[in-house]
T-cell receptor
Framework: GAGVSQTPSNKVTEKGKYVELRCDPI?????LYWYRQSLGQGPEFLIYFQGTGAADDSGLPNDRFFAVRPEGSVSTLKIQRTERGDSAVYLC????????????FGQGTRLTVV | GESVGLHLPTLSVQEGDNSIINCAYSNSASDYFIWYKQESGKGPQFIIDIRSNMDKRQGQRVTVLLNKTVKHLSLQIAATQPGDSAVYFCAENDFNKFYFGSGTKLNVKP
């Protein structure tokens, strides 16, 4: 009965480095979402998966950002050549099925690029 | 993304009073509107949603009202409790993407 789990909870990295953020959705949830939240702002859509495929990646800011979900469960958000502007809380959410409005969010990974 | 905004960034209410949090949206094509609650250090938590063809929906201590004429959404919380203190976001669902506003912080005074 665990919720959405995100690891690490905090990540500090140097500018230019590569990072991976992991999301374990609720078991059985086929839809998975990644959001980014800056301080004082609402979550900003990045990408969502239906099963293994990225159904919509229109929110990814540029080609330094990439996400995968190879087996339709765990997802990894990958950021190359990190920049200070990438600093934010990265939130993952899952929902039971495509079109279900009740999404369950993890606690997020706070990424700080120094 | 579409614009989802809020009228007031901070709302302070007395414990036991009713709270009303407002939200304006711009995308008339959204299928659903959703309210989320976010406590400090946590991810957003689903509260209630309303389909675009409805005007009102009630949950436990919460009511959401949708006025499509003026593109306005509100969340009413009855008998506000200290545990209701959080940031509240409205979001609109557009092709399974959720667009969030910037949030309203609700402070409940004892």
């Amino acid at each position: 009965g665990a919720g959405v789990s995100q690891t690490p909870s905090n990540k500090v990295t140097e500018k230019g480095k590569y990072v991976e953020l992991r999301c374990d959705p609720i078991s059985g949830h086929t839809a998975l979402y990644w959001y980014r939240q800056s301080l004082g702002q609402g979550p900003e859509f990045l990408i969502y998966f239906q099963g293994t495929g990225a159904a919509d990646d229109s929110g990814l800011p540029n080609d330094r950002f990439f996400a995968v979900r190879p087996e339709g469960s765990v997802s990894t958000l990958k950021i190359q050549r990190t920049e200070r502007g990438d600093s934010a809380v990265y939130l993952c959410a899952s929902s039971l099925s495509f079109g279900n409005t009740e999404a369950f969010f993890g606690q997020g990974t706070r990424l700080t690029v120094v | 993304g579409e614009s989802v905004g809020l009228h007031l960034p901070t709302l302070s209410v007395q414990e036991g009073d009713n709270s009303i949090i407002n939200c304006a949206y711009s995308n008339s094509a959204s299928d659903y509107f959703i309210w989320y609650k976010q406590e400090s250090g946590k991810g957003p938590q689903f509260i209630i949603d309303i389909r675009s063809n409805m005007d009102k929906r009630q949950g436990q201590r919460v009511t959401v009202l949708l006025n499509k004429t003026v593109k306005h959404l509100s969340l009413q919380i009855a008998a506000t409790q200290p545990g209701d203190s959080a940031v509240y976001f409205c979001a609109e669902n557009d092709f399974n993407k959720f667009y969030f506003g910037s949030g309203t912080k609700l402070n409940v005074k004892p």
